[in-house]
């Protein structure tokens, strides 16, 4: 099976950077994805690791290290409507359709 | 376009009704999945479709049915609800050859009394 621990809170003032890990165990990888989700809003994209290294969108960053089987969200210029919860999420492999599993997600509070 | 829909929005079941979520896509995405979301948890897959008329269990596919009649829309059932259902339930879809992303509909929030 797979799995991916992530801590359960982080809470962080106004721009300030956050930093969210994953730490993962799979039978075989495809890649880390990340997604957002706002209280009572559906889950939405945000990023996609495929290969080593650190991809940059705007004030969110995502890192992964394969050997590690290790990856972090990296969130900066912290803003009020940056509280939200986030998931990583991995593949299967085995799997036709790219089936996700997800982490149980961390709850981010950003506090004025 | 409006992507993912979700219908209904909420509803209440009382302990051994049963209903059909309906999920449907305007994007020519050929996977759909069906996740449920405890407060607090993550997402889990209850069953997941790579095609029209394909289905495929996921993680906790107990209690509940699916069928992938046409591309666009994505049922699921509940046969005989329970309280251990109650939860909110998300449909996605993802396109073929794209990265991991899938995009959700609205969510339905159901609860079983």
């Known amino acids: 099976g797979q799995s991916l621990e992530q801590p359960s809170e982080v809470t962080a003032v106004e721009g300030a950077i956050v930093q969210i890990n994953c730490t993962y165990q799979?039978?075989?990888?495809?890649?880390l994805s990340w997604y957002q989700q706002h209280d009572g809003g559906a889950p939405t994209f945000l990023s996609y690791?495929?290969?080593?290294g650190l991809e940059e969108t705007g004030r969110f960053s995502s890192f992964l290290s394969r050997s590690d089987s290790y990856g972090y969200l990296l969130l900066q210029e912290l803003q009020m409507k940056d509280s939200a919860s986030y998931f990583c999420a991995v593949p299967d492999p085995k799997a036709a359709g790219n089936k996700l599993t997800f982490g149980g997600g961390t709850r981010v509070l950003v506090k004025p | 376009n409006a992507g993912v829909t979700q219908t209904p929005k909420f509803r209440v079941l009382k302990t051994g009704q049963s209903m059909t979520l309906l999920c449907a896509q305007d994007?020519?995405?050929?996977?759909m999945y069906w996740y449920r979301q405890d407060p607090g948890m993550g997402l889990r897959l209850i069953h997941y479709s790579v095609g029209e008329g394909t289905t495929a269990k996921g993680e906790v596919p107990d209690g509940y049915n699916v069928s992938r009649l046409k591309k666009q829309n994505f049922l699921l059932g509940l046969e005989s609800a329970a309280p251990s259902q109650t939860s909110v339930y998300f449909c996605?879809?993802?396109?073929?050859?794209?990265?991991?992303?899938?995009?959700f509909g609205p969510g339905t929030r159901l609860t079983v009394l």
């Open positions: 690791n495929g290969l080593d």
């Open positions: 799979t039978s075989g990888f495809y890649g």
């Open positions: 996605a879809s993802r396109g073929v050859g794209s990265t991991d992303t899938q995009y």
């Open positions: 994007m020519n995405h050929e996977y």
